[in-house]
């Protein structure tokens, strides 16, 4: 996630735009990108984070007629301090359900590429959803690009007449 390298020239907006970009990853709770000039003219940086625990549980309610437990989700977005993030969800509100996997790994093959895999099933069949993306990086980035293609069959909700309840 830094940009600059080893023997780069030395350039402190680029180490803060680093820094930002570091904040931003969803398991650092603190990243900081210091230097300090060295006698001879050259620069020592310093780059430190914390990440956090990032396994987390979620829980999908609603109140609409009462109270409802529709779903539920667990998800660790630094699996084994690799930035990889994999999810299991499953929910279902109203006629609509949703199980599946998702997989994300930042980085791919070592690029600046972001690489998303989710897949599962829904009331009308499987489901299979793959994403390249190139975040955007700042004023020193390069630009940004996204690529997706969806598989999916989904029935949509609809209501006919008068009656209160949904219908497909």
């Given at each position: ?122 009331r009308s069949g499987d ?42």
């Amino acid at each position: 996630e830094l940009l600059f390298a080893e023997r780069d020239c030395f350039d402190p907006r680029m180490l803060g735009e680093s820094e930002r970009i570091l904040r931003g990853l969803g398991y650092i709770t603190e990243a900081s990108v210091t230097a300090e000039q060295r006698e001879e003219g050259s620069w020592d940086v310093f780059v430190s984070t914390r990440d956090e625990w990032a396994l987390t549980i979620g829980f999908e309610i609603s109140f609409e007629r009462g109270f409802a437990f529709n779903g539920v989700s667990i998800s660790n977005k630094n699996l084994f301090g690799s930035a990889t993030t994999l999810a299991l969800f499953r929910s279902q509100f109203r006629a609509r359900r949703r199980a599946g996997i998702l997989l994300r790994q930042p980085n791919l093959f070592g690029a600046r590429l972001d690489g998303i895999l989710q897949a599962g099933n829904t009331r009308s069949g499987d489901f299979l959803a793959q994403s390249l993306f190139r975040p955007y990086t700042g004023e020193f980035g390069n630009g940004a690009a996204r690529q997706s293609v969806w598989l999916r069959d989904d029935y949509f909700l609809y209501s006919a007449g008068v009656a209160p309840e949904y219908r497909q």
